[in-house]
């Protein structure tokens, strides 16, 4: 992958391979607007920007991890795809909907084995559902710079790229579910392997009063990732009955702006943020 990345960015002058995360940082903000982290490389290559100057490889900083206490789950940076599908400890959280959005963003089980989910994160392609489900999980992002912070998903793509101004995303945080929580993750495309229409995540924590916690995300279908903050309003406190779901899925649908592009048309793909609204929700309550 490395080799690929120095053959396709045309104008590449430094490869940098720092031994710390400090080390790292100071390569980084030398020449912050035109180096790059190289993690798994594989969007760097699709990208193939004529603006990249310098590299940092970060693979060799130990943040290839999946480690779980009793608040949250970290995730390293540059822990790949399929070692998240094949953890265990993955699978057991809210259904596995991060290990199921991993298997469904790429049919190729070797672009598994090298895309991570840092860079997963920072690209938000279309293509990835990563995204979609990290935001219906809640994570957070701890990102290291001239100091360490950690910066809520949804703010992370609200602000960006400003936040990664010589600064390294080095986990992924997703905070432990509560009981009985309940999560899907569903996807539209022509075909497997083609680019999808449209993502969505839903998680709810269900309580004998209704929804103690809801969140869901949508991608694909929209610019960049987001939460469909309107439809989770309407969740919360309320049971998950017919009414209900299809009063939280025609809000989605009417929250989003839909990209209109060769593969689907805008009111399609609001059409069918709706449709998979719906879908994911009664599924959560079977």
């Not at 940098?16 to 790059?36: F, G, M, N, V, Y």
């Amino acid at each position: 992958m490395l080799r690929a990345c120095l053959i396709m960015l045309a104008n590449l002058q430094r490869y940098h391979r720092p031994s710390t995360l400090s080390e790292a940082i100071t390569a980084l903000k030398q020449t912050p607007d035109t180096t790059a982290v190289l993690a798994g490389g594989t969007h760097l290559i699709e990208t193939g920007s004529d603006s990249i100057t310098d590299l940092v490889d970060i693979t060799h900083l130990g943040l290839d991890f999946i480690r779980r206490d009793a608040s949250q789950i970290c995730i390293g940076a540059t822990t790949s795809l399929q070692q998240i599908i094949d953890s265990s400890v993955i699978q057991q959280v809210a259904d596995g909907i991060l290990a199921t959005a991993c298997r469904m963003t790429t049919v190729s089980r070797m672009r598994r084995n090298v895309s991570t989910i840092g860079g997963e994160v920072v690209a938000a392609a279309p293509s990835s559902g990563v995204t979609v489900a990290l935001l219906a999980l809640g994570a957070r992002l701890c990102v290291v710079g001239d100091f360490e912070q950690t910066v809520s998903l949804d703010t992370f793509y609200e602000e960006a790229p400003q936040p990664l101004r010589g600064a390294i995303i080095t986990e992924v945080v997703i905070p432990s579910p509560p009981p009985q929580t309940r999560a899907a993750f569903l996807s539209l495309g022509a075909i497997a392997s083609s680019l999808p229409i449209i993502h969505v995540g839903a998680m709810v924590a269900l309580q004998p009063i209704g929804c103690q916690i809801a969140r869901l995300a949508v991608g694909a279908a929209t610019r960049k990732p987001m939460r469909l903050a309107s439809a989770e309003a309407l969740l919360i406190g309320h049971k998950l009955d017919e009414a209900t779901i299809n009063e939280a899925a025609a809000a989605a649908a009417a929250s989003i702006d839909p990209i209109d592009d060769v593969r689907a048309s805008a009111t399609y793909r609001r059409q069918m943020c709706r449709v998979l609204v719906r879908r994911a929700l009664e599924q959560l309550r079977q």
